[in-house]
């Protein structure tokens, strides 16, 4: 039976929420003085309508909780774990959260998840969301099921902008955009503009990214009409991986028989996890790209300073550190999850990914964006590679030995051609250079905001 639910998003413009008992946050080198979360970067506990404290480098910040309605049920019919999975992960409320004695992670209960291992912890607020679940999960590597045992659940509802991970609750939810394939699907999906849209919006550079194969965009999905389940594979597996880093970085297998399973979920994400340790063992260095993430990704007021920043300047700092992506800088988490999702995304499916320091202009089509820097598969860089194959080695060990054998083999990044566009600059090697765009030649606008956090 379908359940009301509470689904909360937490809106600030300061730092990620934390999820209140939350454990085991680490700051960003102290030059930079911004506030780390303690919740994977994260801006979504579920919990009742209340404000809520959290303290992140021993200043208190007030947070905003409120939600949006939906209903959701179980994917598959008859779940006996049906009402558990509501209660634990949609309809918590402060002071009752649920133990891992009630909702054990995955791994607590298989160490070799099958797809109906998965899919009966999965909760959809319309069914043909657990249909495309299951049949993604049946297309992607047999990996991401090994990363499943980090979560209590899966959440897939038509109100969730941007997909999230949380340690309130252990389990990940999911912004079904990336999942329709029919008009009547897509139809189903609330079509309010993500709360970060205007971050970073006053400064004069933007950072942009994408994943390639074969010289064409591999994520960019038409956005009306039919698509295919090809179509969407790439990008979905991207998502999964990013989310799933968060996850396994908090309740990987390794630290799972030390936790205390009668504790509430959220008192549970203490202590020193693989992020943390990346960030101890390669820690990142520039105060810059530090100070300008907290305007870009955590919606900071940019100042007078980091408004006059140029494509060069930021070309300076970021060129001379070891981050794969801007994205690497906005927190510890998702440091460490971008550096995982490259990574997997690499070896799995020989996907380049793409980063450029480019203008900011007026009109947002590929063909506006002139490329001051850029690089396709900077996680190859000697300089960067190997905290990607840290990260897999905290949290899959179990093939991190492969992965790094075919990062190492790559070629070394490929630098992009500045002066040229965005659109342009998306053919590197020596074939013909296409006439203008990508995918079949569309100048296409720039996804600007990323579909998770």
Partial sequence: MAQTVRLLICLTMLVSCSGGGGGGSSPPPASTNVASSSNAGNPAPVQS????????????????????RASASAAVAGNSLEETLVQCTVTLRDGQECNLDRLPLLGMTTTAPTVADVMARVLTSHPWMGVRFRQLLQVLPSDMLLLMRGVTGIVISHDIRPSFYTTQTGAIYLDPASLWLTPSEQADI???????????????????????????????????????LSDIKFRVAALLYHELAHANDYFGVSRQPGLDRSLPIVNLSGGVISSSRLGSRYPLGSSVMFSVARVSFLGQSANAQQRALQPTDIEFEFTGDFASDYYNYSTQREDFAMAFEEAMMLFNFGVDRDVAITNRPADNFCSQYIVTWGQRNRVTDPAVINRSIFSVEEILPEISNQVELVLRAQDPPTLMTPGRDWCENIQLDNAPRALSGVRSGVNEPVELVRPYL
């Fill in 190 to 228: 609330d079509t309010a503009p993500d709360y970060r849209s205007a971050y970073g919006s006053d400064l004069k550079f933007t950072m942009l990214w994408r994943y390639v194969l074969n010289n064409q965009s591999a994520t960019s999905a038409p956005t009306e009409g039919t698509r295919s």
């Fill in 49 to 68: 309508n209340i404000n809520r404290q959290t303290v992140n480098n021993g200043r208190a910040f007030a947070f905003d909780l409120f939600g949006m």
